[in-house]
C-alpha cells in the first residue's frame, strides 16, 4: 500500500530579506522556521531543505540497513547514522556524506559494511538523491 506525507511551507518576502515556516502537516510534529540565511550561512534556530533532507535520508538508509540485516538473519544490536548534505548557493545540493557506527549479531565489519553499502544504494532516499555524489563511512 502506498503512502503519501505531506510538508506545508509559506514563505513571505523576498528571497534575502524574507522568512518562512516549514510544516510537517501529515505528522502534525511542528512548524519550523526557515530563511535564506538558515540555508546559505548559519541555521541560527531555523533549519533549511538540506537539513530536512539530510534527516530523511538518515532515517531512510537507517530503515534499509536494519531490513537488509535483519533479511540475512543478522539483525542490528544498534545503527547510528549521521547525514551531511552541502548546499552551495548558484550550485545546489553538492555531495552528501553518511557516517554509520553500527553492530549486527554474528556479523564482522567486513559483512556489515557490504550490507550498509547496499542500503546505501537501495535506500528510497538514496535513490531520489542519485544525481548527488553519496560517500558512506563506517566507524
Partial sequence: MATTRIAKALWEGSLLEGRG??????????????T?????????????????????????????????LAKSGNPAEYLDTSVEVDFQPGVGITEIRITLSGAAEGLDATGFAEAAETA????????????????????
Fill in 21 to 34: 515556516t516549514v510544516e510537517m502537516a501529515s505528522s502534525g510534529i511542528g512548524t519550523f522556521p526557515i
Fill in 36 to 68: 535564506w540565511a538558515s540555508r546559505a550561512e548559519s541555521p541560527e534556530g531555523r533549519t533549511s531543505p538540506e537539513e530536512l533532507i539530510a534527516a530523511a535520508h538518515a532515517s531512510c538508509f537507517s530503515m534499509a540497513l536494519s531490513s537488509g
Fill in 120 to 139: 546505501k544504494t537501495n535506500c528510497p532516499v538514496s535513490k531520489a538523491l542519485a544525481a548527488v555524489p553519496i560517500s558512506l563511512t563506517i566507524r
